[in-house]
């Protein structure tokens, strides 16, 4: 059996928006890089046939490429289109199952990787209960991506109607991303010595007066 592994990521310079009341841009994009190279340091090597970052920016191709995995162009068509593309492509080339992962996971584990790779749907919530942080399918499964607002919900829908069993993988590492100002102390407590936190720490001094 053929696994794939996708993981989408915008540019750096685009990425964490949300987190502008607190990050300059400059600071934003350091923290983009370090989430993609956190996630990309838990993936254990041979796991996967086939590792892909999903992006259409160049500096996030670059540091996908310096990490060893391979780029898939995004379509340019939002999110879930890109992702279809890919999993079209894949399919074409006799991938068996697919696992879309964020790239935004600094507390994330080998572990929790090989969680994903199973022969059954999973989906992996993310901590705010609303939002799904991993997705593995059968490549050949008609499921459609749903990523975006209330995607863990949109996801169960779209299965039940396809009558797919989708089970839930509740870990801390697949859970928490970094998307608002207060996901910042979690992510702190859960990996106090990744690239993430010292991104953190770098671009937010007084961090490192807070942190006990």
């Known amino acids: 059996m053929t696994r794939h592994l996708l993981i989408p990521a915008q540019g750096l310079t685009r990425a964490k928006s949300r987190l502008s009341p607190m990050l300059p841009e400059t600071g934003r994009a350091g923290l983009a890089e ?7 340091a838990a993936v ?9 970052v999903v992006t259409g920016a160049a ?3 670059r540091i996908a490429r310096a990490m060893g995995a391979k780029v898939i162009a995004d379509v340019g068509d939002g999110l879930n289109a890109a ?5 079209r492509k894949l399919r074409r080339q006799g991938a068996k199952v697919v696992t879309v992962l ?10 929790d990787v090989i969680a994903l790779a199973a022969d059954t749907p999973i989906i992996a919530p993310a901590h705010d209960g609303t939002g799904t942080n991993a997705l593995c399918l059968g490549a050949g499964l008609p499921l459609p ?7 863990r919900a949109r996801h169960h829908a779209a299965a039940a109607e396809l009558g797919i069993a989708l089970t839930e993988l509740h870990r801390p590492g697949l859970a928490q991303d970094l998307d608002l100002p207060q996901d910042v102390a979690r992510v702190l407590s859960l990996a106090p010595d990744g690239a993430t936190a010292r991104a ?5 001094p007084t961090l490192e007066r807070e942190t006990p």
């Open 34 to 40: 370090a989430l993609l190279r956190d996630t990309l």
């Open 44 to 52: 254990p090597a041979g796991l996967f046939d086939s590792v892909s």
């Open 59 to 61: 500096d996030t191709a």
């Open 83 to 87: 992702l279809e593309a890919a999993r």
């Open 102 to 111: 964020h790239g935004d996971l600094p507390a994330l584990t080998p572990a």
């Open 145 to 151: 991506y749903r990523f975006g607002p209330d995607s």
């Open 200 to 204: 953190l720490r770098r671009y937010l």
